[in-house]
């Protein structure tokens, strides 16, 4: 298994401005996502965030609102850019320690954040 | 493209009851299936998973869950709930080395 740890936990923001979402797991892993949790709802993949290169964003995120480093295998950032309250979700890192179809990924505890 | 349905938004059950939470999926592939439990203000806790062989699966907390190739689901079951059971449930799927793809969950209601 891994311990993934996320910071900040929560944060109450003002629109326009930007949040830098850290997340640190215990062990090297194979790969880091992102995703998001808007209220009352499932979870939605941002990015695959890749070592070293640019990250893989899904359909409907990109790279100017949610830009997204990894600059080794235990660490990754997230930054959710120029805010608004619709931005205002759970943001949740998650791993794969190996890059295998049977592994099993592990979460965060997450970042809740608000946009005023 | 996979694709997950928890056709239930809600499940009530009284304590010492036995519950289900249905799962059905769609994949291209082999499925890798996986359930997850979320309790309030944390992350996701990860259940149990379908890889391959029995297709009785055991997990954490008394869970487990049946895979059913033929109707494409994976319901998760527990003999007798528990209070403390109650939290909101997710059904996942993986076919190939992808993420997961999520249901929309499930909220779980253990009833003293």
């Known amino acids: 298994s891994a311990v993934i740890s996320q910071k900040p936990s929560r944060d109450i923001c003002q629109r326009g401005t930007s949040l830098t979402i850290q997340c640190q797991v215990d062990?090297?892993?194979?790969?880091m996502f992102w995703y998001r949790q808007q209220p009352g709802q499932s979870l939605t993949l941002i990015a695959t965030?890749?070592?070293?290169?640019?990250?893989?964003?899904e359909s409907g995120f990109v790279i100017d609102k949610f830009p997204i480093s990894r600059p080794n295998l235990t660490f990754s950032t997230l930054t959710v850019s120029n805010m608004s309250p619709e931005d205002s979700s759970i943001y949740l890192c998650?791993?794969?320690?190996?890059?295998?179809?049977?592994?099993?990924?592990?979460f965060g505890p997450g970042t809740r954040l608000t946009v005023l | 493209a996979q694709s997950v349905a928890q056709p239930e938004d809600q499940v009530n059950v009284a304590e010492g009851n036995p519950l289900t939470v249905k799962c059905t999926y769609s994949?291209?592939?082999?499925?890798?299936l996986f359930w997850y439990v979320q309790y309030p203000n944390r992350g996701l806790q990860f259940l149990l998973k379908?890889?391959?062989?029995?297709?009785l699966v055991k997990g954490s907390y008394g869970f487990e869950a049946e895979f059913n190739k033929s109707q494409t689901s994976f319901h998760l079951k527990k003999p007798s709930a528990l209070v403390s059971d109650s939290a909101l449930y997710f059904c996942?799927?993986?076919?190939?080395?992808?993420?997961?793809?999520f249901g929309k969950g499930t909220r779980l209601s253990v009833i003293a």
């Open positions: 994949v291209s592939g082999n499925p890798y």
């Open positions: 062990s090297q892993v194979t790969m």
């Open positions: 998650s791993v794969l320690p190996q890059r295998l179809e049977s592994d099993t990924q592990y």
């Open positions: 379908y890889i391959t062989g029995d297709n």
């Open positions: 996942a799927v993986r076919s190939g080395n992808t993420p997961l793809v």
């Open positions: 965030a890749n070592q070293g290169s640019e990250a893989t964003y």
